[in-house]
């Protein structure tokens, strides 16, 4: 485990790193953003926690990998305005219509920590898991080099799928076979 601390924004992130990473090979990736309610109280809302505990089985069957794990709870609007969103989301507001309805943008994540973080690991390439297709360019922005988009399908239940219709139909996050 790495910790870091973002001088910009004083928020700390880590990364979980397993294996040898600075080989010079393509390194399986997951840039995680933290979901309290998701990674650690099992939330059925959403797909996080599932995501998460997909990244680290499929690192630990690789046998090397990285998790930056990024303190951006509720894609950056915080916990305590995640749970005024959830209370939006009971009266029927998708996750976007929650956000706007509170002021903020659909997704206020920033992955420019995710640079130094790499270049601290000494990881160049990355094979990165994520269904989200702003992601990927937010990372290839900061020059890091994605030579696969490994999709991450796990945790659909009846609680979250409005929760995936929208991340999809309104964020653009791709379901389905892999991409480069």
């Known amino acids: 485990m790495h910790g870091f601390e973002d001088a910009d924004t004083g928020q700390e992130h880590i990364a979980l790193?397993?294996?040898d990473v600075a080989n010079g090979d393509a390194v399986l990736c997951r840039v995680h953003s933290e979901c309290l309610t998701g990674d650690c109280l099992f939330?059925?809302?959403?797909?996080?926690g599932s995501q998460l505990e997909f990244a680290m089985r499929a690192i630990s069957e690789n046998?090397?990998?990285?998790?930056l794990y990024?303190?951006?709870?509720?894609?950056?609007?915080?916990?305590i305005n995640k749970i005024r969103a959830y209370e939006l989301q009971d009266k029927g507001?998708?996750?976007v219509e929650?956000?706007?309805k509170l002021g903020f943008d659909a997704d206020l994540r920033d992955y420019t920590i995710c640079k130094s973080m790499f270049l601290h690991l000494q990881v160049g390439k990355v094979r990165l898991m994520t269904n989200n297709p702003v992601k990927v360019q937010a990372l290839n922005k900061l020059g890091i080099e994605i030579v696969e988009r490994v999709p991450i399908e796990t945790g659909q239940n009846d609680h979250n799928a409005r929760y995936l219709a929208t991340k999809a139909g309104k964020l653009?996050?791709?379901?389905?076979?892999?991409?480069?």
Do not use: K, P, W, Y
Not at 172 to 180: A, E, I, K, S, Y
């Open 70 to 79: 990024l303190r951006q709870e509720g894609r950056g609007i915080g916990l």
């Open 172 to 180: 653009g996050h791709l379901f389905g076979d892999r991409q480069n």
């Open 93 to 95: 507001a998708d996750t």
């Open 17 to 19: 790193v397993l294996g």
């Open 43 to 48: 939330s059925m809302r959403c797909d996080c």
């Open 98 to 100: 929650a956000n706007e």
């Open 63 to 67: 046998g090397s990998g990285v998790i």
